[in-house]
């Protein structure tokens, strides 16, 4: 009898796991056709993003009802409560990543019915809208291995996506003193380049939530240098 409820919960854990990491893949596709939709002025990629979001957050709400029966029926502890705790959370960072992408994709629209996005440095987004897909899918891939190591890299590299962003509304404001026409659509990309910061930050929490997981170190709010001297 022990080993059949181990063995369920086990299954259900896998579960759990295998559903976060799907609507995870779902986000960074998201990411991905929201920036190519704002460099390409994609109104119909667009589009696709806001279509993905719906199945996101059926996702969200289901793996979420799993995760608090999981909970009250197994009463976990130890790493195993830390685990649906740390998944609880990077739960709602994929949902939230997820509603930028969607974000990005409605200024997309935006901008293209605007007829001022090839006036604007669009071009200039494209690193930023890289750095932070590819620190998503890291972001998942090393939640999938609970790899600590990379997930401090991950915080480490999460700066250089502030950066881009500080540089991009430098530019940003030229353009609009230059052209007072095109301040509407600037502020569009104004809200797009701070959605993918943000997106880069909930990338920097789901490697917090790794290492919570695995070594049971709350490290939000802490500088990567100060986790990995604690980490040591």
């Known amino acids: 009898m022990d080993k059949h409820i181990s063995s369920q919960f086990d299954a259900e854990l896998n579960s759990i796991s295998t559903r976060v990491l799907e609507m995870g893949g779902m986000v ?6 929201g920036v190519q939709a704002i ?28 995760l608090s029966t999981t909970i009250a029926r197994r ?20 949902e939230r990543a997820g509603d930028e992408a969607a974000r990005i994709a409605r200024m997309a629209t935006s901008i ?36 600590v190591e990379e997930a401090l890299a991950i915080m480490r590299e999460d700066d250089r996506i502030d950066v881009e962003f500080n540089g991009f509304l430098r530019k940003l404001v030229t353009f609009m003193m230059e052209d007072p026409r095109t301040i509407s659509a600037s502020l569009d990309l104004v809200f797009v380049a701070k959605a993918i910061e943000r997106i880069g930050d909930h990338a920097k929490n789901i490697g917090e939530q790794i290492i919570y997981i695995v070594r049971g170190l709350d490290v939000r ?6 986790v990995e001297s ?3």
């Open 75 to 94: 009463q976990p502890t130890a790493r195993d409560l830390r685990f649906l705790i740390g998944i609880s959370k990077t739960l709602g960072n994929l």
């Open 28 to 33: 960074e596709r998201q990411i991905q056709w």
């Open 39 to 66: 460099l390409e002025e994609d109104a119909e990629l667009a589009d696709k993003v806001l279509d993905v979001e719906n199945e996101i957050n059926r996702i969200e709400l289901g793996v979420d009802a799993d």
């Open 112 to 147: 293209v019915h605007s007829g001022y996005g090839r006036r604007l440095p669009v071009s200039e987004l494209r690193l930023a809208g890289e750095l932070a897909a590819t620190l998503m899918r890291r972001a998942l891939d090393a939640l999938a291995r609970l790899d």
């Open 230 to 232: 604690a980490l040591r």
């Open 221 to 226: 709010h802490v500088p990567v240098e100060t």
